[in-house]
């Protein structure tokens, strides 16, 4: 069974850290791109960063960019999000989903359909 598991959140004070996981199971990850989402609430989903296929083409949302880093470890089947600098802003679920070629959920995570559990973050003092 095809499945993708988040975990690695928790509580933490602002500009703290925390490293966000995306394990792979029952399918290749490589095949595809995976992206970031979060949704804090009341407000939609949102994609956060997302990693490319093939050659590591990264892409990040304005707020997050030179705080997030997204990275692939192959051998793991895990993509992770490291994430820096923390702010009060940034509490939401994150969730992991595969993608084309980040151009499609990742734009529009409206799309989807279905989501994983997720992993719940709050940045708080």
């Known amino acids: 069974q095809a499945e993708l598991v988040e975990s690695g959140g928790g509580l933490v004070q602002p500009g703290g850290s925390l490293r966000l996981s995306c394990k792979a199971s029952?399918?290749?990850?490589?095949?595809?791109?995976l992206a970031w989402f979060r949704r804090a609430p009341g407000k939609e989903r949102e994609g956060v960063s997302c990693i490319s296929r093939d050659d590591g083409r990264v892409y990040y949302r304005d707020d997050v960019k030179g705080r997030f880093t997204i990275s692939r470890d192959k051998a793991e089947k895990t993509v992770f999000l490291q994430m820096n600098s923390l702010k009060p802003e940034d509490t939401a679920t994150y969730y992991c989903a595969i993608d084309s070629d980040c151009n499609d959920h990742y734009l529009h995570p409206e799309r989807r359909t279905s989501w994983g559990q997720g992993t719940q973050v709050t940045v708080a003092s």
């Open positions: 029952g399918f290749f990850l490589d095949d595809y791109a």
